[in-house]
């Protein structure tokens, strides 16, 4: 059973930075694409960047681009993503999916995802 436990949420200002990591175990972490999705509270989980399994595709949704950076550490098992500018808007929980699907129009998420990663930008 594949796990993912992720890090670096926080209070940051607007327009400031965090830099989020999400370290997996238990699965073969090169052979899938990873993604960051993130749920405001009483909003649905969104997807936020995806990223192919070496690392060399990325996907971000519109409302991040320009602003945050996903990429992959292959040999420490680890998926970051760097977000700056801030906004309040931006606040919600962040959680990382092992083997998101992205194939379709759409990235579709799997079963498997961190626990999350609260991130709060005050204005």
């Known amino acids: 059973q594949v796990q993912l436990v992720e890090s670096g949420g926080g209070l940051v200002q607007n327009g400031g930075s965090l830099r989020l990591s999400c370290v997996t175990s238990?699965?073969?972490?090169?052979?899938?694409?990873m993604g960051w999705f993130r749920q405001a509270p009483g909003k649905e989980r969104d997807v936020v960047a995806t990223?192919?399994?070496?690392?060399?595709?990325?996907n971000y949704a519109h409302f991040v681009k320009d602003r945050f950076t996903i990429s992959r550490d292959n040999a420490k098992n680890t998926v970051y993503l760097q977000m700056n500018s801030l906004k309040p808007e931006d606040t919600a929980v962040y959680y990382c999916?092992?083997?998101?699907?992205?194939?379709?129009?759409?990235?579709?998420?799997?079963?498997?995802w961190g626990q999350g990663t609260q991130v709060t930008v005050s204005s």
């Open positions: 999916n092992y083997g998101v699907r992205t194939t379709t129009p759409t990235p579709i998420a799997s079963p498997y």
């Open positions: 238990g699965r073969t972490f090169t052979d899938v694409s």
């Open positions: 990223i192919n399994p070496s690392g060399t595709t990325f």
